[in-house]
C-alpha cells in the first residue's frame, strides 16, 4: 500500500476519533460562527530564503544554494534538508539534498500532496514539528491539542510576516520567523505525520475581534510561569501557573505563547514531556524524573490559545467566519476540600478553589448583570441540572485572573455511579443564568464516583 493510501486511511480513522470527541483536538466549531465582511483574503504560498542553519535555528551567513569551487556546498546541511550530515540534528537514514529547484524557495503554505520522500514544499508541516518539538515530547508525541495550538499559532504568524513584508523583510528559514527545514515532516513516525496533518486541516489562524486580518502572534519555547508583556495589546502579561516549577525564560520575552507550555497543558503535567506510561518507574513524571500531574487539563486548541491570546482575540476560518464565542473562560488551577472529586458521597460535599482566567473579549464588569463560576451535574439517563453553588467573578479583565471559592454540596439524587461534574460561566440577568456554554464554549468537565460504586475508570483528581 502506498504512503498515501495508508496516511489517508489513518487519517480517516483518526479525524473519526475527533468527531467524536476521543481527541478533542479541535474544541470550536461552527455552530456559532459568524461571518464579517472579508476584508483580507489568507495567502496560500510564502517565498522563504533558504540558509544552511546552525543547532540552535539560527542561520548563517550561507545560503543553500550557494556555490562554491565548481560545486554547491550545502545540498547536504541542515536547514537545507532534515537528510543531512555533520550535526546531531541530522537524519542519516537516506540522502535526500537540498530539494528547491529556484530561490528563494516558493512554498505552499498549507499542502496536502506528495508522498514520502517527495514533501519538501509544505512549509506548515515541516515547521509545526520542530516548533513544538515533536520528536522531543512523551515517546516522541505530543497531544492534538498541543500540536493544533502551534500550527494555529505558526500559520497566524507567518500570514502577518507575508502582509508585512515591507516592514519585516522576505521570510527565511531561521529563527528569525519560524524554523523550516525541507524533508522534516518525512523523518516524523506514522503517527506523527497524521497528528500533524489533522493539526493543520482546519485552516484557522488568530485576528482581533474587529479585524480579520491576522494579529502578530509570537511565540517561544518557554515561560518561568508568567508571560512577557508585548508590543500588542493582545500580548499582555498573563499567569501560566503549570509553567511555574520547569519553566525557564526562553524565547519568549516579546509575549505570546509558549510552545512548552502549550503541551504543558495539554499533558496536564508540568513537564513538556508529559508523563511516561504507569509501568515506568518515573511515574508520573517524565522519563528524566521532572514533573507531576496538574489539577488542569486542556484538551483543546482553542482553550490554550486564547489563555495565551486574548483580548480582542477570536479564531477564523479562512472565509473570515469567527469560530470562537466572544464570551470565553478557562480554569488555571483547582484545589479541593473536603469531600470532593473523583470520589464523592451523597449527603457530603466540599469546596473548589479555582483560579479562574477571563480569555474573552470583553470586562466581566458587574453592573446590570453579573458573572459568577457555578456548575451543572451529568449523568447517564438523567436530565442535566444547575447545581446551587456559586462564586462571584465581578472586575475581571480580559486576559486576567480570579481565584474563588466555589461550594459544591449539591450531588443529585440519582443514586451511585458516574456523574459528570460541569464547571461553568454564567452572566446572570434578570436572575436568569446565561451560561457561557450556551454561546459555544466548552464546560470543563469532571468525572465524578458517587458512593463508590462505577462502572467505568474514574481518574483520580490532583489535589
Known amino acids: 500500500m502506498s504512503i498515501n493510501r495508508i496516511l489517508k486511511t489513518g487519517l480517516v480513522a483518526l479525524f473519526s476519533l475527533l468527531m467524536l470527541g476521543i481527541l478533542g483536538a479541535s474544541g470550536f466549531g461552527l455552530a456559532f460562527g459568524r461571518v464579517l465582511a472579508q476584508t483580507y483574503q489568507p495567502p496560500e504560498n510564502v517565498t522563504v530564503i533558504m540558509y544552511r542553519l546552525l543547532n540552535d535555528g539560527s542561520r548563517s551567513t550561507e545560503r543553500c544554494d550557494l556555490f562554491r569551487n565548481g560545486q554547491y556546498v550545502n545540498l547536504y546541511s541542515w536547514g537545507c534538508t532534515a537528510y543531512c550530515e555533520g550535526l546531531s540534528l541530522c537524519d542519516t537514514s537516506k540522502q535526500l539534498p537540498y530539494p528547491m529547484v529556484a530561490e528563494p524557495a516558493a512554498l505552499e503554505i498549507d499542502g496536502t500532496s506528495g508522498s514520502s520522500g517527495e514533501i519538501y514544499n509544505q512549509y506548515l508541516r515541516d515547521v509545526i514539528p520542530l516548533e513544538i518539538g515533536v520528536k522531543l515530547g512523551s515517546q516522541g508525541y505530543k497531544p492534538a491539542a498541543a500540536v493544533e495550538a502551534q500550527a494555529i499559532a505558526a500559520r497566524t504568524y507567518i500570514y502577518q510576516r507575508i502582509y508585512y513584508a515591507s516592514q519585516y523583510g522576505t521570510p527565511n528559514n531561521s529563527n528569525q520567523f519560524q524554523v523550516f527545514v525541507p524533508y522534516y515532516y518525512d523523518t516524523l513516525t506514522f503517527l506523527q505525520k497524521v497528528m500533524v496533518q489533522i493539526a493543520t486541516s482546519n485552516h484557522h489562524y488568530l485576528s482581533e475581534a474587529s479585524s480579520s486580518y491576522p494579529i502578530e502572534a509570537l511565540f517561544g519555547a518557554d515561560n518561568p510561569g508568567v508571560t512577557n508583556q ?101 480554569p488555571l488551577t483547582i484545589t479541593w476540600a473536603g469531600v470532593c472529586p473523583s470520589l464523592m458521597s451523597h449527603g457530603q460535599g466540599c469546596t473548589a478553589t479555582v483560579q479562574v482566567q477571563n480569555t474573552g473579549v470583553s470586562d466581566w464588569s458587574c453592573g446590570s448583570s453579573s458573572y459568577i463560576l457555578s456548575y451543572r451535574w451529568a449523568k447517564s439517563g438523567h436530565t442535566e441540572t444547575a447545581g446551587s453553588g456559586q462564586a462571584s467573578l465581578c472586575g475581571v479583565t480580559p486576559g486576567s485572573a480570579a481565584t474563588v471559592n466555589l461550594p459544591i454540596n449539591d450531588l443529585p439524587n440519582w443514586g451511585a455511579g458516574a456523574y459528570t461534574l460541569r464547571l461553568d460561566v454564567a452572566r446572570v440577568q434578570a436572575g436568569q443564568k446565561i451560561w457561557f456554554s450556551s454561546g459555544g464554549w466548552p464546560t470543563y468537565n469532571i468525572s465524578v464516583c458517587a458512593d463508590g460504586s462505577c462502572n467505568v475508570f474514574i481518574p483520580q483528581v490532583v489535589k
Open 230 to 330: 508585548g508590543n500588542r495589546p493582545y500580548l499582555k502579561s498573563v499567569s501560566d501557573p503549570i509553567s511555574q516549577q520547569y519553566g525557564a525564560s526562553d524565547g519568549t520575552l516579546l509575549g505570546g505563547m509558549s510552545s512548552k507550555g502549550a503541551s504543558r497543558w495539554s499533558f496536564g503535567h508540568t513537564s513538556s514531556k508529559g508523563p511516561v506510561s504507569s509501568t515506568h518507574p518515573n511515574y508520573p513524571h517524565d522519563v528524566d524524573g521532572y514533573g507531576d500531574f496538574w489539577s488542569v487539563k486542556h484538551d483543546t486548541a482553542a482553550r490554550i490559545l486564547t489563555h495565551y491570546y486574548y483580548t480582542g482575540v477570536q479564531l477564523r476560518d479562512g472565509s473570515a467566519t469567527v469560530v470562537t464565542p466572544d464570551e470565553r473562560w478557562s
